[in-house]
Nanobody, 125 residues
């Protein structure tokens, strides 16, 4: 049974930092690309960041580039999202996702096979 369990996040003032973690119980974790998505109230789920399965190539949405960093530790089956310089518009539920088919560089939610339940990130003034 595949499970993605997110932790971290919470409440922070604008300009602050938070880190999200996602522990994956996927046998093929090291062979899977991993991504983070987010969904703000009243909006569609959107791509945030992706890290490849092999050499750790990363990709970011324009809205978080330069502020967020995705990384992975294959020994721990865990992917991270370090979020710095948080803005009010970063407020959302953040989801971890696994792309076990390794669709090259995809940012489409439909290409990810497994999802976590989401963690709330709230940014205040």
């Amino acid at each position: 049974q595949v499970q993605l369990v997110e932790s971290g996040g919470g409440l922070v003032q604008a300009g602050g930092s938070l880190r999200l973690s996602c522990a994956a119980s996927i046998r093929t974790f090291a062979d899977s690309a991993m991504g983070w998505f987010r969904q703000a109230p009243g909006k569609e789920r959107e791509f945030v960041a992706r890290i490849s399965w092999n050499v750790g190539v990363t990709r970011y949405s324009d809205s978080v580039k330069g502020r967020f960093t995705i990384s992975r530790d294959n020994a721990k089956n865990t992917v991270y999202l370090q979020m710095n310089s948080l803005k009010l518009e970063d407020r959302a539920v953040y989801y971890c996702a696994a792309d076990t088919k390794r669709v090259a560089g995809t940012t489409r939610a439909v290409d990810y096979d497994y999802w976590g339940e989401g963690r709330q990130v709230t940014v205040t003034t």
